[in-house]
């Protein structure tokens, strides 16, 4: 059973819309009190169900074409290239990944030619990277810091209600 119940989702679904939200506007909301919103909120950061950050938008500063690059690496070779691709500024995500491709990344760039050097020539020297597949985004419909659990997640056992 999860240590999350509905009201839990409320006050997630707030602060994703806004996460500047005051915890009174969101109990006014929700029609709870202030002091249980404030609470949520701190026991939901100290769990690490949530985590307050500024997220940033490419395109205002300038990096309005994103790429997903699908690595292949040589075999022990893994932990390497992804310390290697971790510190470049381009890349926005990182994820190892099963099946055809070891290494999930995503990149954003200003112009078609900052990823083109950034594909054949800046990728392509990390030591570990056999092959890459790329596929550029024209549009991203929801991005990952939009999602929020399912229902399902949100159930607490009977007797179990936090303040």
Same mark, same amino acid.
């Given at each position: $059973? ?18 500047? $939200? ?53 075999l022990g070779h893994q932990a390497q290239a992804i310390e290697a691709l971790r510190d470049m500024p381009e890349i926005s995500y990182i994820? #190892? ?17 900052? $990823? ?20 550029? #985004? ?14 399902e997640s949100f159930v607490r056992p009977v007797g179990d209600q936090p303040t």
């Amino acid at each position: $059973m999860s240590k999350y119940d509905p009201l839990d989702k409320a006050i997630i679904t707030c602060l994703n819309r806004d996460a500047r $939200m005051s915890s009174s506007h969101i109990a006014r909301e929700l029609g709870v009190s202030e002091r249980t919103v404030h609470n949520r909120i701190k026991r939901l950061i100290g769990s690490k169900a949530i985590q307050p950050v500024a997220v940033v938008n490419p395109a205002v500063f300038g990096y309005s074409i994103a790429v997903n690059v699908f690595c292949e690496s040589e075999l022990g070779h893994q932990a390497q290239a992804i310390e290697a691709l971790r510190d470049m500024p381009e890349i926005s995500y990182i994820a #190892i990944s099963t099946g055809d491709h070891d290494i999930i990344l995503q990149a954003f760039f200003k112009d078609s030619e900052a $990823m083109h050097e950034f594909i054949t020539h800046k990728l392509h020297q990390v030591p570990g990277i056999q092959r890459t597949r790329t596929q550029l #985004i024209p549009h991203i419909i929801k991005d990952n810091f939009q999602w929020i659990p399912p229902e399902e997640s949100f159930v607490r056992p009977v007797g179990d209600q936090p303040t």
